[in-house]
């Protein structure tokens, strides 16, 4: 049973569709449940894959909450990491008893949007990394707030999970959201010669764990 926590949570979702979507994943056809969910603001969508075994019980789930990013996710843009870190996360979703991805695309850059990532990406193209960059644009660092993958948790009845980040912060405001995670479990991917300076400022300047 919900408690009464999560029936507040649910009055600021629009749940608006489900359904069994078959996939392909390294080869391999995959079926997991898919639910597309909107916030109070039709701005802010969030596509949902969810993978269970029958027999998985009260197993907590891996879950995945993916920032969208056009460039890496469609394009595998070798500029960062996030194409490679949303192929490994869906590995270690679909080999978990549950496994949760939550993927927002309306946080591009950081929640900066796509043209103003692009802006930036200019100016890296002449020295600046990504924290004085965004700056430079006159862009937040960090624009991203977890308040609807919150919701969308806590609507799967999923209060506690394991979360799949380097970043440390995204894990303190899932918990200042009410959300439990128990286990904090690293995405490493291999650098490229093109996002070697990106990753380190995600290391240095932003306290990610690589």
């Known amino acids: 049973m919900k408690s009464n926590a999560v029936t507040s949570f649910e009055l600021e979702l629009d749940w608006t569709a ?4 078959p996939i392909e994943f390294r080869g391999q056809e995959v079926q997991v449940e898919a639910r597309a969910y909107q916030g109070t603001d039709p701005n802010f969508q969030a596509m949902v894959l969810v993978h269970r075994d029958k027999n998985a019980g009260n197993e907590v789930p891996i879950v995945r909450v993916h920032s969208g990013c056009v460039t ?23 080999k978990s008893p549950v496994g949760v991805l939550v993927y ?11 043209v103003n990532k692009i802006r930036a990406y200019a100016l890296q193209d002449q020295g600046y990394d990504t924290v004085d960059a965004n700056v430079a644009i006159g862009a937040p660092i960090e624009a991203r707030d977890y308040d609807l993958a919150a919701h969308i948790l806590f609507d799967l ?3 506690e999970i394991r979360l799949l980040t380097n970043n440390p912060a995204k894990v303190e405001a899932l918990r200042e959201e009410g959300v ?13 010669p093109y996002n070697k300076r990106y990753l380190a400022t995600k290391k240095e300047r932003m306290a990610h764990k690589l």
């Open 104 to 114: 927002l695309p309306y946080q591009e850059g950081r929640g900066i949007g796509l």
């Open 72 to 94: 890496g996710d469609i394009f595998h843009s070798l500029r960062c990491d996030c194409y490679p870190q949303l192929q490994a996360a869906m590995e270690r979703i679909l």
């Open 180 to 192: 439990e995670v128990t286990e904090q479990i690293p995405l490493i991917v291999k650098p490229s």
């Open 18 to 21: 489900q359904t069994i979507l």
């Open 157 to 159: 009845g999923y209060p």
